[in-house]
């Protein structure tokens, strides 16, 4: 990996000066439709799914909740992604980083990159970063439509009840697959719809077969579903070893 050869220091040049590769500049437009907005919902449907309402920097405290290790158990779900030490992981909306910072000791030789759209979330990440001495988290601003990593630079990407926010999840989606290496993997988390007594709005689930569907629209194979959790569903997927076809 380019990252690990040159190290933090250059690896942080690259990141910001390098481009990401990827398929911003694509007109989706055709791949979306427009309805009337649902309580919890943008009125902007994908592939069937009405996209939700995103939850701000104002519920950052309810990212860290107490309740949350116990309901949603973060160290199972960190342990299953079976990182290596040296691994590049990206954290998609990251929000305050409570997995980015889970999973930061986990790659002691590698790089987490702590992704957000949101300034007031990345600015919380640096004031962790900073307070604990953290050498390992680039916090990183991307946009609506791209992560903003480097191609071919990221061995794992981990989006935790995030996804379903997205407002142009076909454009994010096929510029994080252009920012993975050959082989790289996808953690997609997302609250069970199949279960109506999980205690999550009907738009913040997402089912197995629309992530699947979802993800396949954008070039990425399904590799395993494991319900270790008690809420979600933890979904792995991956970019294809081989030459990559248009999508």
Known sequence: MLLRRLGPVFALLILFAAPSVGA?????????????????????????REI???MGHRGAAWLERPERARNEKPSLLVDSMA????????????????????????????????????????DIMRDTIAAQ???????????????????????????????HEFSHPREMM??????????????????????????????????????KK?????????VATEEMLPRQHFMIFQKPSGPEEGN
Request: glycine share 8%; no cysteine.
């Open 133 to 163: 001495g953290i050498d390992n988290v680039t916090p990183v601003k991307g946009t609506v439509r791209d992560p903003a990593l480097p191609a071919d630079s990221v061995d794992a990407a981990l989006m935790v009840d995030a996804y």
């Open 52 to 54: 939700s309402r995103v």
């Open 214 to 222: 979802e993800m396949r629209a954008v070039g990425l194979e399904w």
């Open 174 to 211: 096929r510029n994080l697959r252009a920012a993975l290496v050959p082989g790289g993997r996808v953690y997609l988390v997302e609250y069970r719809k199949e279960d109506p007594d999980i205690p999550i709005k009907p738009l913040h689930k997402m089912t197995e077969a629309q992530a």
């Open 83 to 122: 990182l290596s030490p040296d691994a590049v992981v990206a954290d998609l909306g990251a929000g305050t980083g409570y997995f980015t910072f889970r999973i930061a000791p986990r790659v002691p030789d590698g790089r987490v990159f702590a992704v957000d759209i949101q300034p007031e979330m990345l």
């Open 24 to 48: 911003q500049d694509v007109d989706t437009s055709d791949v979306y439709r427009q309805t009337t907005p649902s309580r919890d919902g943008i009125g902007k449907v994908y592939m069937g």
